[in-house]
C-alpha cells in the first residue's frame, strides 16, 4: 500500500469473491490507506469518515439475485449523496450506475483482452492520458443506460466505458490489473479455447506498457479526493 501525501483514507468495498489479485492490484496503485471489506461476505463500512470510496470488479452481475448485492449499492448510493469522492471499477462501475439509477445489461457477447477506449469529453479523471488509450477489459455486460444527469467520458465499439456524475466515476475496464492477473482471468473464462488463446497471446510487455499509461487514473483520483478534502476542512 502506497502511503503519504496527508494519509488519505479509502474505503475498499471488494466485490471479487476473495481474489487475492484484486486486494493486491488496488494495494499497489492506490495511493492511500485502504480500510477493506469483503463485499461479498456482507462486510460494509458501519460509516462514511473515509476520503474515498473504491468498489472493485466482480465475477457476479449487478442484477444477480444475491443478498449481498442491494446492501452494497445502497452504501454506495449514500456515500454518494454525501459528496463522497467514489471511483467504480468494471463490476463497481455497473453497481455504481445502478445506485445512481442507471441501468446495467447483458451485452449478449465478451469483450475481453488489450482494447482501445477513447475519451468523450475532458475530464481530470484522464489527465495526463491520451485522448484513446489502451486498456486491459473482461466483462459481458455493460451500462446501458446512464443514470440521469452523468456525463459519458469514455466509450468503445462495446459501449459505455466511462462516466461521471458528481464526484463518483465509473470505468469499465481494468486500470489496475498486471500481466499476471490478466492472464489468470482469461485462462478463468468459459470462451472457445481459440478465443482465449489469441488474447493470451495478446498479453505483451508492449500492450501492458501500453496500458499504463490509463494507470494515471487512480493518482488523479487520489488528488481529486486530496483536493476535496482540503477544501472540506478550509
Not at 475519451?119 to 484522464?126: G, N, R, V
Request: aromatic share 10%; glycine share 8%.
Amino acid at each position: 500500500m502506497k502511503q503519504g501525501h496527508g494519509n488519505l483514507r479509502f474505503a475498499l468495498l471488494d466485490a471479487s469473491h476473495g481474489d487475492s489479485n484484486t486486494r493486491r492490484n488496488f494495494r499497489r496503485e492506490l495511493d492511500a490507506d485502504l480500510a477493506e471489506f469483503d463485499a461479498t461476505e456482507g462486510e460494509l463500512p458501519s460509516h462514511f469518515d473515509f476520503d474515498g470510496v473504491v468498489v472493485t470488479g466482480s465475477r457476479a452481475s449487478v442484477y444477480w439475485d444475491e443478498k449481498w448485492i442491494p446492501p452494497l449499492a445502497e452504501y454506495v448510493a449514500d456515500a454518494a449523496e454525501r459528496d463522497m469522492p467514489i471511483l467504480g471499477v468494471c463490476y463497481g462501475h455497473q453497481l455504481l450506475a445502478t445506485a445512481l439509477g442507471g441501468h446495467v445489461q447483458d451485452m449478449g457477447e465478451y469483450e475481453i483482452g488489450y482494447r482501445e477506449v477513447s475519451q468523450t469529453a475532458e475530464d481530470e479523471l484522464f489527465e495526463g492520458i491520451d485522448e484513446t488509450f489502451t486498456v486491459f477489459t473482461t466483462h459481458s455486460d455493460a451500462v446501458a443506460e446512464l443514470p440521469e444527469g452523468a456525463e459519458l467520458i469514455a466509450e468503445n465499439e462495446y459501449g459505455v466505458h466511462a462516466f461521471r456524475k458528481g464526484h463518483a466515476w465509473g470505468v469499465q475496464f481494468h486500470p489496475e490489473y498486471d500481466p499476471d492477473t490478466a492472464a489468470e482471468v482469461t485462462k478463468g473464462k468459459d470462451l472457445p479455447d481459440e478465443r482465449i488463446q489469441s488474447v493470451l497471446d495478446g498479453i505483451t510487455a508492449e500492450n501492458y506498457d501500453a496500458a499504463c499509461e490509463a494507470k494515471r487514473l487512480f493518482d488523479n483520483f487520489t488528488a481529486y479526493a486530496r483536493r476535496i478534502r482540503s477544501e472540506a476542512t478550509a
